[in-house]
């Protein structure tokens, strides 16, 4: 085995797509600056029950080691949103609203049904603060923005709501373990596999767990569902929420489908989730949703909502044009006149290269004394 080999799921970038990555890096930071979010990098080990959060899916993803300083676990971040709920509980009164974005790179033990690599780069924003859906018609907006910076202009988009099934969940009464059981029924969408586990469990409301795992498509859905869900007034509540959002991304350039039986991202989704698709892919590019008691485990109730995507694997994917600039070739001397110029050229945005070697090819003269650019 060569020693520059990489392990399995690890990747990097180099040349042209490390180039690319900064490209959009600060394309994307800029972007969120301007919509007032701020700047935040978490640290990449914390106390893994500050990045588990009692989370399955987390923990099952997450790198963990004894500390010897401390005799406590300790975890390598594996999604950043723990950690943004775990800064915003410190720094905030429960009033305030919050913005935050990063990009950050995170580490998981295997790839999922999201990342492709166990080594992404997550880039995404968490808003913090305000329960209404126009926090989540902002962050939905900024991933579309994100999608183009990075050349994905049409995407289609996914939404739906995890209070729908989770309503279901405690009007049936069920535990903890059915509702996983259940809720890896509706993420593989098996209708034999739930048909087989409400006739052996007895569930009440099994006619809507049947209904809801085949609510999908266009706008049409949010009416049967209105239909099937009737004198439940949570499940309306939260199929109007998708009504709200049909009406305001209607005149967006994006296809809007609707799944509202979607469950697929992580345990501490409680409301609108979304999700960006394009034909070039077969899972989702970016996605988020309402988290709104991911806080609690700091002991604050903070309503959130957010999104993230992988900018390595997209700038990967992705061909974004870059202005190819080129670069001049300068001699290595020392002389404070020449030196000034190179800087202010520099500073310019003109890219130069000291020749260390000494060859013919210097973009540089000497014209009686005074240091210009070759013609």
Sequence with gaps: MSNWQLPEGIDELTGDQANAFECARRGLLDLYQSWGYEIVVPPMIEYADNLVLNSKSIDDKTFKFLDSVSARMLG????????????DSKRTNSGDINRYCYINAILQTKADDFYASRS???????????????ADIEVIVLM??????????TPTLSLGNT?????????????VNDRSVLRDIFRRKSIPDLDNFLCQNQIKESDKFKSLISLD?????????????????????????????????????????????EVKAYEYHD?????????????????????????????SLREATGFSFDLKFLIHQQTIGLKNKRVLNAPNIDNPDYIKL???????????????????????????????LKE
């Design 163 to 175: 209070a729908i099934f989770n309503t279901l969940c405690d009007s049936a009464n069920l535990q």
């Design 76 to 87: 390598v971040h594996s999604d950043i949103t723990p950690q943004i709920a775990r800064i």
């Design 120 to 134: 992404p780069i997550q880039a995404g924003v968490e808003l913090y603060g305000f329960k209404g859906i126009d």
């Design 217 to 261: 498509g266009d706008e049409r859905v949010l009416d049967d569902a209105l239909e099937v869900f009737e004198g439940m007034p949570l499940v309306i509540e939260a199929i109007n929420d998708l009504r709200k959002l049909n009406d305001f991304f209607k005149g967006y350039d994006t296809e809007l489908i609707f799944d509202l039986g």
């Design 144 to 153: 579309l923005s994100s999608l183009n910076i990075l050349g994905i202009s």
């Design 342 to 372: 190179v800087n202010q050229l520099r500073a310019q945005g003109h890219i130069i290269r000291t020749d260390l070697k000494g060859s013919d090819s210097i973009d540089f003269v000497n014209d009686n004394g005074k240091w210009k």
């Design 271 to 299: 409301g609108i989730v979304f999700a960006a698709y394009t034909d070039k892919f077969s899972k989702a590019i970016a996605q988020g949703g309402r988290y709104d008691a991911l806080s609690q485990s700091f002991g």
